[in-house]
T-cell receptor, first 116, second 112 residues
Framework: AQSVTQPDIHITVSEGASLELRCNYSYGATPYLFWYVQSPGQGLQLLLKYFSGDTLVQGIKGFEAEFKRSQSSFNLRKPSVHWSDAAEYFCAVVLNYGGATNKLIFGTGTLLAVQP | DAGVIQSPRHEVTEMGQEVTLRCKPISGHDYLFWYRQTMMRGLELLIYFNNNVPIDDSGMPEDRFSAKMPNASFSTLKIQPSEPRDSAVYFC??????????FGPGTRLTVL
């Protein structure tokens, strides 16, 4: 069955340090991949998405992610973390079955804490 | 654009009462989704609509839950009767066919 795995439940980084959040997917075809961020008490905001083409995608707030088919991964990166990046991050994949798309499957999320 | 609008933002009710959550999708979006978020189960898709028609309701936990979309600009998620285990944050999201879903701020439901 299609699934998304975020192996890190909680990560703490120092402000200014680099960040990488891991995401692995299990999916037979080429997936549509997303990263969302959720600040406390807020809804989910789309950071970036991958549908096709260049495997390195740029998103908002200085984030980027790289699709690696050989590793079934879509890791999120940021070169220098800001305190305002503290939030929960969700990786997601769209299921495509019978031509009908749009059913998002979310990972369990990674909670990011930023130390001053 | 105002984004996806949900109401109420917070709801506290007693067990056995009927609860109705409301959602206004972004104008022009033809897909609407209802999700539930809990600590134990994370984000779960409950149901989604395309052009006001329910496409997949396999995530609806049981018959106490029902969802409707009478027109392109309004949807409801109803729980009747509510139970304490229904306490969660319920999100509505909408999208065009590009698959990018836009989420509302959520409704935090507490059932006592």
């Amino acid at each position: 069955a299609q699934s998304v795995t975020q192996p890190d439940i909680h990560i703490t980084v120092s402000e200014g340090a680099s960040l990488e959040l891991r995401c692995n997917y299990s999916y037979g075809a080429t997936p549509y991949l997303f990263w969302y961020v959720q600040s406390p008490g807020q809804g989910l905001q789309l950071l970036l998405k991958y549908f096709s083409g260049d495997t390195l995608v740029q998103g908002i707030k200085g984030f980027e992610a790289e699709f690696k088919r050989s590793q079934s991964s879509f890791n999120l990166r940021k070169p220098s973390v800001h305190w305002s990046d503290a939030a929960e991050y969700f990786c997601a994949v769209v299921l495509n079955y019978g031509g009908a798309t749009n059913k998002l499957i979310f990972g369990t999320g990674t909670l990011l804490a930023v130390q001053p | 654009d105002a984004g996806v609008i949900q109401s109420p933002r917070h709801e506290v009710t007693e067990m056995g009462q009927e609860v109705t959550l409301r959602c206004k999708p972004i104008s022009g979006h033809d897909y609407l989704f209802w999700y539930r978020q809990t600590m134990m189960r994370g984000l779960e898709l409950l149901i989604y609509f395309n052009n006001n028609v329910p496409i997949d309701d396999s995530g609806m936990p049981e018959d106490r839950f029902s969802a409707k979309m009478p027109n392109a600009s309004f949807s409801t998620l109803k729980i009747q009767p509510s139970e304490p285990r229904d306490s969660a944050v319920y999100f509505c999201a909408s999208s065009r066919t590009s698959n990018e879903q836009f989420f509302g701020p959520g409704t935090r439901l507490t059932v006592l």
